[in-house]
């Protein structure tokens, strides 16, 4: 099994198109691109209480609900043992003791993760592609330099100081969190592709952002406890475009507008999301949630672990107070290694969102 690049676009863009129109801009004869601030201000994250997503942009919300459909896989897996599951299996009982009992379940071995993205990764991997398109030459202006330092800041807001390479970059539309892809602990768990555009894709940039010998190089081999690696994915490419893509149409069209709609879509799922929260509903009302919102994420995991019977994991999350107080839990202490690590060495310069606090409940 190794697709091309062609195939796995396909593959994705045939799924899109079979979507009802509710899912896609609301005018199918005018040009729509996806772009704007889609993160949730930072002073709205402790009011959403777990139901808004933090994150709408395309590629978060494919990775949520993956995510989603894993865990529902987990829980048919759970519920009915009998009726094996096409990508996931239960680990054998020496499997689950080197791992400390602690993850039940394992991706099948000939299973393979693949993502395509329309557009260059936003930030460092797409910076020659932003320059190559500024209409006016004038160089943006350069971010200030530090009083004390004399160097530029540690994370610098979307797009300024073009010359500077390799770092973290954060959204430019507000004071926003950036984020990375978080990994799975087995090896055919980890992301083993990356499918873009060609008219995206820059090799050097794409090195330079995700490969072993770019920013990533201080991590590159190590291995952490619980699992963790650094697994680099391949770049690959398409001739194929999506439909509403700034390249599907004339380069003279003036009628781009931008799209407020994003649409989460799994095997079990199909939801139009505005705004962080499913369409129609208003601002914060819990009723809002997408099935993809950490509140009810959480409140899945919580099912799986029932239909599991685990009481070391159902206590410790019943011990917890809130979502917050369980990951800063022991059950969680591989991973938030991993995690402070890498922004360490790796990735300097990132800022956390934080204030997500609510109750864990059953969905």
Not at 137 to 160: C, D, F, I, M, Q
Not at 239 to 252: I, L, Q
Request: proline content about 6%; overall charge neutral.
């Amino acid at each position: 099994m190794n697709p091309t690049g062609d195939e796995i676009a396909e593959s994705v863009l045939d799924t899109y198109n079979s979507l009802a129109q509710k899912y896609k801009p609301v005018k199918p004869n005018e040009d729509f691109f996806h772009t704007g601030m889609k993160c949730l201000p930072i002073d709205q994250v402790a009011k959403a209480k777990g139901s808004v997503l933090h994150d709408w942009h395309a590629e978060v919300v494919a990775v949520r609900a993956f995510n989603h459909h894993l865990l529902q896989e987990c829980l048919e897996l759970a519920l009915s043992p009998e009726n094996p599951s096409p990508i996931i299996r239960r680990r054998e009982s020496y499997e689950i003791s080197e791992l400390r009992g602690l993850q039940p379940f394992s991706i099948r071995e000939d299973v393979q993760l693949h993502m395509y993205s329309s557009e260059a990764p936003c930030g460092d991997a797409s910076m020659e592609l932003l320059m190559e398109a500024q209409v006016d030459a004038t160089p943006w202006p350069v971010a200030e330099l530090h009083p004390a330092t004399k160097k530029l800041p540690s994370l610098l807001r979307g797009r300024e100081s073009f010359a500077e390479l390799g770092i973290v970059r954060r959204k430019p539309g507000a004071d926003l969190a950036v984020r990375i892809f978080e990994r799975e602990n087995q090896c055919n768990a980890y992301l083993h592709s990356l499918v873009l555009p060609e008219t995206q894709y820059v090799a050097q940039a794409c090195d330079r952002s995700f490969g072993p010998t770019g920013r990533m190089k201080a991590v590159n081999d190590h291995e952490w406890s619980g699992g963790y690696a650094f697994r680099p994915f391949n770049i690959r490419t398409t001739k194929h475009e999506f439909v509403y893509s700034r390249r599907s149409k004339p380069a003279t069209s003036k009628e781009l507008r931008t799209s407020n709609i994003a649409a989460a879509v799994n095997p079990r799922l199909q939801e139009a999301l505005i705004l962080g929260r499913l369409q129609g509903r208003k601002k914060l009302d819990p009723k809002g949630a997408s099935a993809i919102s950490s509140k009810r994420m959480w409140g899945l995991t919580v099912q799986v672990l029932a239909a599991l019977g685990t009481p070391r994991l159902l206590q410790t999350i019943s011990q917890a107070s809130n979502v917050r107080a369980l990951r800063e839990s022991t059950l969680f202490e591989d991973r938030q290694g991993v995690k402070d690590d890498v922004r360490a060495v790796a990735l300097k310069g990132w800022v956390r969102n934080d204030g997500d606090d609510f109750v864990i409940e059953p969905d």
